[in-house]
């Protein structure tokens, strides 16, 4: 885990170099009334107060300077809006001038992130600190920041570096911390306890072998929460493989686990008055002569027969029975986080996760948490007509929808007969994965969705 807490400071009036926010609207007040220096200066960089522009202004004595920052609206500042300063500033302390940091003291942490594990980052800088006139945002700022740092490096660790047992010990070295209990379900018991788990992993080689990891913490008295996540660390599609250009990215396809241990965390480290119950099925899809083939009928924990139409849809096996072990409990509220289907990133493309709910109200608040803390979801239906997509004429049901069509409703729908009608469950279909760079948002591995459902849970909670 990352310690970014030297990064987020509270301000006590310590020396900081200023930054100074501006915007279209107050741009040229704010130009007129610059010393003439840094007016020429300000002119010569260009600086128009465009959206994430950035200049570094001369100050009154030769050893002082200031920076200036486009932002769209400074009565109102982006969690992204200080994302692109962080990155560029040299080391050092600094401070908004005039006014709070408010929620862009997230964008200044994560828009110092690096994955640096397999380069020489010769140009990597020191630490640039932000002091802020809010205590009381702070520690949440750096939790969160902390646990999207640990989404981001486990999706960018490649395959070869992150198998079943890597997973394992990082849910233990968030465990360990935080006093939660580990239990880790394989060999022999995984196979009579938890069979579509099994299969989907027994083709792997021994030390990749599948597990069920489970954490519990908190106590016994707060409502329950169950969080699972999808941890397939390398897809290559199984007998049913994919191309290699599918199989590129596939590293990341343990991305719903590392939401689900990254969301456990955030529920442990600001003490949200819950049960909490995590659950990480750990696989990898490999193809062996031990391989799950098409057309075999598996046995899942919950007792239901399903008929393996694409061994490509294996994510949603490993769900099933890890769902199955979490509703025996009894919890007030389940959330899965899975990398499950490309047809949802082509519904709604990379930035968007796909929301299922079975409650109206939970979609609603989840809907609303994510809008409020710049973390967008889109709600799916759960659309009743299209489980005839998933029949089976030789087994309670088909683990892959006939035609084609709908894959994201049919893979939650899937998912939902796991789940009884009586418990609250939502399903977050995230890509974890960005193609492209944004401020404070790196090409590769990203938390998409996870801020949202903190969020939620925290209005629930009350954390």
């Known amino acids: 885990m990352h310690d970014l807490s030297p990064l987020l400071l509270a301000d006590k009036g310590q020396r900081a170099t200023p930054l100074h926010l501006v915007d279209k609207k107050g741009f040229d007040a704010w ?3 610059l010393p003439e220096r840094a007016r020429r200066s300000a002119e010569a960089q260009g600086f128009k107060a465009e959206g994430y522009q950035f200049a570094i202004l001369p100050g009154d004595a030769a050893d002082q300077w200031f920076a200036a920052l486009g932002v769209a609206n400074v009565a109102d500042p982006s969690v992204w809006c200080l994302s692109r300063a962080a990155d560029l500033l040299p080391e050092g302390s600094y401070r908004v001038a005039d006014r709070s940091p408010g929620p862009a003291v997230l964008g200044w942490l994560l828009g110092q992130y690096r994955f640096t594990r397999y380069k020489d980052d010769k140009a990597r800088k020191g630490p640039r600190v932000l002091l802020s006139d809010d205590p009381a945002r702070i520690a949440e700022a750096v939790a969160i920041a902390e646990a999207t740092f640990l989404v981001r490096d486990l999706v960018n660790l490649p395959a070869a570096d992150l198998g079943p047992a890597e997973l394992e010990a990082a ?5 360990d ?35 069920l990891i489970e954490l519990e913490w ?3 008295r707060h409502p329950r929460l169950a969080i699972v996540g999808k941890g397939v660390c390398f897809d290559s599609g199984g007998l049913d493989i994919k191309p290699s250009a599918g199989m590129r990215l596939m590293k990341k396809d343990m991305g719903g686990a590392a939401h689900a241990l990254a969301l456990a965390w955030l529920v442990m480290r600001l003490r949200l008055p ?23 009928i598996l046995r899942s924990r919950k007792g239901l027969t399903v008929e393996i139409g694409n061994t490509d849809a294996e994510g949603r096996l490993i769900l099933g029975d890890a769902l199955a072990r979490a509703v025996e409990d009894a919890p007030e509220l389940i959330l899965d986080f ?34 409020s803390v710049a973390d967008p979801l889109w709600r799916l239906p759960l659309w009743k007509h299209y489980h005839e997509m998933l029949s089976s004429d030789v087994a309670d049901l088909s683990n ?8 994201a409703v049919t893979a939650a729908l899937f998912l939902e007969r796991f789940v009884p009608d009586e418990t609250a469950w939502a399903h977050l279909d995230t890509f974890a994965w960005r193609a492209s760079a944004r401020p404070g948002r790196p090409k590769g591995g990203d938390a998409l969705g996870l801020r949202a459902a903190w969020s939620m849970l925290k209005q629930r909670w009350g954390g």
Do not use: W
């Not at 938890?194 to 989907?200: E, G, K, L, N, R």
């Not at 119950?277 to 002569?289: R, Y």
């Open 31 to 33: 130009l007129k009334n």
């Open 218 to 220: 908190g106590d016994q």
């Open 274 to 296: 819950v049960r909490l119950h995590l659950l990480i099925p750990a696989v990898e899809n490999a193809i062996s002569g031990a391989a799950f083939r098409p057309g075999d």
């Open 177 to 211: 911390p935080c006093g939660a209990e580990l239990r880790v379900t394989r060999g022999a018991e995984l196979e009579d306890g938890y069979p579509m788990i099994a299969a989907v992993g027994r083709a792997a080689t021994p030390e990749r072998a599948p597990r």
């Open 171 to 175: 849910a233990k070295e968030v465990a």
């Open 400 to 407: 892959a929808a006939e035609g084609g069509m709908a894959g």
């Open 338 to 371: 899975a990398t499950l289907t490309g047809a949802a990133r082509v519904a709604l493309g990379p930035d968007l996760p796909a929301l299922f709910a079975n409650r109206d109200d939970l979609a609603g608040d989840l809907l609303k948490a994510g809008e």
